[in-house]
């Protein structure tokens, strides 16, 4: 089994400014399947990026995935009062299908 | 316009069964495999279970394994998760979720998840 580990746990970032968060696998990821989610409050994860760099339809160009192999990187280049929400990646690479443990964008 | 909406959640004592049930609309349901993922409160996403298009293959967590039966009834557009032996751990929101990817016998179900319902809450409790 390929366990993602996310970091940071938690990001306080400002509006406008740049969020990195990573997403690291024990294995290599196969084909670059990797996926991040957007999750808010009391609400259903959203998907944002699949295949480590495509954007899923309407998401808007300030987010961008990047990676392969056992690194990977989600990138919110500036932070809009919408963008604050936990974050996850999973990876489909392999079977059974993993899911990082989620960072945390919250407002400083 | 893609909705997936589940009911059937609520309380449960351990040992006790309950089934939820997922109705689909705004996409052809009989051509896509279903998925269950289930979030523990305050806690992250776990896959759960999968069923095949047409409901004649299904894949489960080994931590469901033996408990949980998934099915699906596409005359209904609507796809099940019956759920047995609940524990404590079972506790969490259950969310149905079409995916996109592909399941072949050498490396098992490969997906990731693009369409969500809202969830339900399924709590195991004494």
């Known amino acids: 089994e390929i366990v993602l580990t996310q970091s940071p746990g938690t990001l306080s970032l400002s509006l406008g400014e740049r969020a990195t968060l990573s997403c690291r696998a024990t294995?290599?990821?196969?084909?670059?399947?990797l996926a991040w989610y957007q999750q808010k409050p009391g609400q259903a994860p959203r998907l944002l990026i699949y295949?480590?760099?495509t954007r899923a339809t309407g998401i808007p160009d300030r987010f961008s995935g990047s990676g392969s192999g056992t690194d990977f990187t989600l990138t919110i280049s500036r932070l809009e009062p919408e963008d604050f929400a936990v974050y996850y990646c999973q990876q489909y690479g392999s079977s059974p299908l993993t899911f990082g443990g989620g960072t945390k964008v919250e407002i400083k | 316009e893609v909705q997936l909406v589940e009911s059937g959640g609520g309380l449960v004592q351990p040992g006790g069964s309950l089934r939820l049930s997922c109705s689909a609309s705004?996409?052809?349901?009989?051509?896509?495999?279903m998925h269950w993922v289930r979030q523990a409160p305050g806690k992250g996403l776990e896959y759960v279970s999968l069923i095949s298009s047409n409901g004649v293959n299904t894949h489960y967590a080994d931590s469901v394994k033996g408990r949980f039966t998934i099915s699906r009834d596409n005359s209904k557009n609507t796809v099940y998760l019956q759920m047995s032996s609940l524990r404590a751990e079972d506790t969490a929101v259950y969310f149905c979720?079409?995916?996109?990817?592909?399941?072949?016998?050498?490396?098992?179900?490969?997906?990731?998840?693009?369409?969500w319902g809202q969830g339900t809450l399924v709590t195991v409790s004494s």
């Open positions: 705004g996409f052809i349901f009989s051509n896509y495999p």
């Open positions: 294995q290599s990821v196969s084909s670059r399947y």
């Open positions: 979720v079409k995916g996109l990817g592909q399941w072949l016998v050498t490396t098992g179900p490969l997906y990731y998840f693009d369409d």
């Open positions: 295949g480590a760099s």
